[in-house]
């Protein structure tokens, strides 16, 4: 796959890559695209956007002020991160240029838009060794975008009054958009550049995540679709419901190109696709723009189950068992690959019919990130054992799910006090015993 793919960052910058990189790299089209200031950053993302599959750009905050300014979250957005080794580098060759070198008066340009920063010498930095790709991601969390677009003006203004005030000698640069300001400035400064195995390991990762995304949008996926109005002695047995609900679903495919394969069965359709056009269909699984089109259409009640697998016999599976959930809650759900739940879809309908047993779910959905399905599900577990404690292992046999699954459900519930570990239940097996959860739903 050739993929197209964006590099973002200043001239100078670019002209570094691009002496790394051929232009055609592993399967990936590179293109680049200059800016000066942050401020530009924003209006350059809309109008290149439709036309890479992915973006590169150098450096953390650059990368978060796209994020945060975008309305677009499909695309995805990499960043060459920093090393220590190359801050380690730079700091030799200056001892070794000059053995009188002061590291305490050589300055990071980060250091002069990051309130309270601790690392403001390169001597502290030496001090401490704490990797600034961790320190970055815990300050990044906490800017504004107006923060970040103004950070390369803010560096400018903090060391031209810093190095007035006779504060330090050098300034060694990450912020490609900084560095030129402060030479324009008079400022002393050095750029650190990249290593170059940092560059190609890059974009060999960025190849490697379009290959992962590339092979999911094209794993198999399947639409598990019955009615309760649909009553065949056999799936052969054509009724005037049957052909309704066929015509509807062929008017569904062309008016928004699925490329739908249907096969009919006792109460409904199997449908085959892949998981990109699910994805799309409902809006990312959030919607059932089906359900709605049918309902509108043909007027009848339908149970609609997606269902996703690594391989056509999975995804059917997953399909009609989401297919069963639709029966009982009468919305639509989703089982993805790894046999993890999303929905209700349409979850917004239900907060607005106000019924008292949806808002605690949708509470507990909030508090907990789990899926109103999921919490569904295992409600319904208790309800079928006849208790409110239960281990990990039942509950994952109960739900057919995998144990590292259940443990995730269990934890996020006890995190978020909607459980709690009463005691320990032995295996009649070799292994550690099981903790006994008491759930509150």
């Given at each position: 796959m050739n993929y197209r793919l964006a590099l973002i960052s200043t001239e100078e910058h670019c002209s570094y890559i691009k002496s790394i990189l051929n232009r055609q790299t592993a399967d990936c089209n590179i293109n680049y695209i200059y800016y000066h200031s942050f401020r530009e950053l924003p209006d350059l993302y809309r109008q290149i956007e439709p036309n890479y599959d992915a973006f590169c750009i150098?450096?953390?905050?650059?990368?978060?002020?796209?994020?945060?300014?975008?309305t677009n979250q499909q695309k995805q957005v990499f960043t060459i991160s920093e090393k220590s080794t190359e801050i380690y580098r730079e700091l030799l060759t200056l001892i070794n240029e000059n053995r009188d070198t002061d590291l305490s008066r050589v300055m990071f340009d980060y250091s002069f838009c990051i309130p309270n920063m601790y690392f403001k010498s390169a001597n502290r930095y030496l001090e401490k060794e704490i990797q600034h790709e961790k320190m970055h991601a815990s300050i990044l969390k906490n800017m504004t975008l107006d923060e970040l677009l103004d950070t390369d003006e803010t560096i400018l203004t903090n060391a031209a009054a810093a190095w007035k005030q006779g504060q330090f000698d050098l300034?060694?640069?990450?912020?490609?958009?900084?560095?030129?300001k402060l030479k324009e400035a008079g400022?002393?400064?050095?750029?650190?550049?990249?290593?170059?195995?940092?560059?190609?390991?890059?974009?060999?990762?960025?190849?490697?995540?379009?290959?992962r995304e590339q092979l999911n949008n094209n794993l198999p996926g399947i639409i598990y679709l019955s009615s309760p109005d649909?009553?065949?002695?056999?799936?052969?047995?054509?009724?005037?419901?049957s052909v309704n609900l066929q015509k509807c679903l062929l008017d569904f495919n062309r008016e928004h190109t699925t490329g739908f394969l249907l096969k009919k069965t006792l109460q409904g359709f199997e449908i085959y696709t892949t998981q990109q056009v699910l994805e799309r269909i409902t809006e990312h699984f959030t919607v059932c723009q089906l359900r709605r089109?049918?309902?509108?259409?043909?007027?009848?009640?339908?149970?609609?189950?997606?269902?996703?697998?690594?391989?056509?016999?999975?995804?059917?599976?997953?399909?009609?068992?989401?297919?069963?959930?639709?029966?009982?809650?009468?919305?639509?759900?989703?089982?993805?690959?790894?046999?993890?739940?999303?929905?209700?879809?349409?979850?917004?309908?239900?907060?607005?019919?106000g019924d008292p047993v949806s808002q605690r779910v949708l509470q507990i959905a909030k508090a907990t990130g789990l899926s109103i399905s999921t919490l569904q599900r295992i409600s319904s577990a208790l309800e079928l054992i006849g208790s409110r404690e239960?281990?990990?292992?039942?509950?994952?046999?109960?739900?057919?799910?995998t144990v590292a699954n259940t443990n995730r459900?269990?934890?996020?519930?006890?995190?978020s006090g909607f459980a709690q570990v009463i005691g320990e239940k032995k295996s009649l097996m070799k292994g550690r015993p099981s903790r006994i959860y008491r759930l509150e739903l």
């Open positions: 150098t450096g953390a905050f650059a990368r978060e002020a796209i994020i945060k300014s975008r300034v060694l640069c990450r912020f490609s958009t900084a560095y030129p400022i002393p400064c050095k750029f650190i550049y990249p290593a170059r195995d940092n560059v190609t390991d890059t974009i060999i990762r960025i190849v490697d995540s379009l290959d649909i009553n065949s002695s056999s799936a052969d047995e054509i009724t005037p419901e089109y049918i309902e509108s259409s043909f007027g009848i009640n339908v149970h609609i189950g997606y269902g996703i697998g690594v391989n056509i016999m999975l995804a059917r599976s997953h399909a009609i068992d989401a297919c069963s959930m639709s029966a009982k809650s009468g919305r639509s759900h989703v089982i993805t690959k790894d046999g993890s739940y999303i929905g209700p879809l349409d979850a917004q309908d239900i907060q607005e019919e239960i281990t990990t292992q039942e509950l994952a046999g109960t739900l057919q799910v459900f269990l934890n996020a519930l006890q995190q």
